[in-house]
């Protein structure tokens, strides 16, 4: 018997699927710990499209960064500390946040709205008072206000100054009306490897331009974040040594300084190939760090990471239905297969960026036959597909599903940055959302109603 397992790559944790299983029936099971979820059980529950989100994964994930990065911390005898801080951006639902900063991370925000919704849980007294906000993204005064009334509040809030009009708001402001720590943003000329190394960067300052501004009143933090799904890890330690030299000679002039926030890049293994593992690339930091600071004998900084996609993608998979399927008369695939959901607006980095998903089949996962497909989604778009980049996804052929059954699947890895890009496209209606937690399920978000929809348009 063939080990459909280890063929739909579950159980892995270098995947990120160490949580998946295959079941006697050939379904789809989700474990935590010694319970686990039938993934047909919650399609027959809640319906299709549906996304499920599992809050116990970020947690764990969370921890394991916690005792990596302060295993290595000890391991060296490095006497920084390591802060992680929550890129809300990358996932803004209370489901992702609230695990995150239960479990003791930060938060970093990139806009008014995003520290909008902390100060909502601020005034409900629901953060603990030694929480730290990092404030990146263009401060407009509305950004700036709520700043300040936070700030003022005694929340630690840390903006970072991106651009020039900023150094001058906050390093200008009157005495007596200090606006405290702040943080300032460079553009570490590295040149990585990633879909998202540009040429052009319009994010933070040169290393000559923050060198050349003198002291920089109440700096306490030198920020970079350079790009996203660094394919080498070699370019994460590259940056930081470019980072690290720049923060040396800031220093000097400004002594507060005692903290290097590296941003985000940690890449996720979505197409379930081998990447870099994360021991290393922690051991790695920590070790650049250590020896740096000893040969320039300065104090040991404080570490930051915003990983984003790191901590949340693998949170979150999301399940289809398979409405139709037609054949394809020549190309790489056999078959569409047809979903009641949507790429275009549902995972809209698939359109957008090509990005590569893992698809497994929810049920039939022990099916014999297997075909090469292409999906497409349910809106009138011609580009409404995966074709996993031109090629196929093997999924079961459904000659043998009984009439009336359907064939079902999901992809994994989509808590990272799909929700907050979702679309109306065609007016078809936004997955469901669940949460899996300590065996409880719960209806996070229903299915909107064709009015709700409607009304999204004014109607
Ligand atoms: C987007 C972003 C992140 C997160 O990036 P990932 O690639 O998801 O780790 C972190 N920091 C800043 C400033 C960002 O803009």
Known sequence: MKNYKKFWKLGKKEFNTEIFDINKSGELVIKEGNYQYNAMDLIKKFGTPLEVTFPFVIERRLNDLFNIFNRYIKFYNYHGRFFYH????????????????????????????????????????????????????????????????????????????????????????????????????????????????????????????????????????????????????????????????????????????????????????????????????????????????????????????????????????????VLHQKTIASGPAKKWYIIDGSFINDLSDTWALHQKWHVVPVNNMNAKKLIRVWLAGSTCDSDDKYTAGGHYILLPSTENLETGQYQYLAVFDTGAYQDALSSHHCLLSSPAKIIAQNGILALARRRETPDEVGKQFGW
């Open 86 to 321: 929550y890129p809300m951006k990358v996932n803004q639902n209370k489901e992702f946040v609230l695990p995150i900063v239960s479990e003791g991370g930060n938060l970093e925000v990139s806009s008014a709205n995003e520290l909008w919704l902390v100060k909502k849980l601020w005034e409900q007294d629901q953060f603990n008072s030694k929480i730290r906000v990092i404030c990146n993204g263009p401060k407009t005064t509305t950004y700036l206000g709520l700043i300040s009334d936070l700030k003022s509040r005694g929340l630690h809030i840390v903006p970072i100054i991106e651009d020039e009009d900023e150094l001058v708001y906050f390093t200008n402001l009157k005495s007596g009306k200090s606006i405290g720590d702040v943080g300032i943003r460079i553009d570490v000329d590295v040149k990585v490897k990633s879909h998202w190394d540009k040429k052009f960067n319009r994010f933070g300052f040169s290393a000559e331009e923050v060198l050349n501004m003198g002291k920089i009143k109440n700096l306490k933090m030198l920020h970079y974040h350079i790009s996203s799904q660094v394919v080498q890890s070699k370019d994460l330690v590259l940056l930081l040594k470019a980072a690290i030299k720049i923060f040396i000679k800031l220093k000097k002039v400004n002594p507060a300084l005692d903290a290097i926030d590296i941003g985000g890049g940690f890449a996720v293994p979505y197409e379930k190939k081998k990447l870099y593992p994360i021991d290393g690339v922690i051991k790695n930091i920590i070790k650049t760090l250590n020896e740096t600071v000893a040969k320039e004998s300065i104090e040991p900084p404080d570490i930051i990471v915003e990983w984003g996609r790191y901590l949340v993608a693998p949170a979150q998979i999301t399940i289809f239905k």
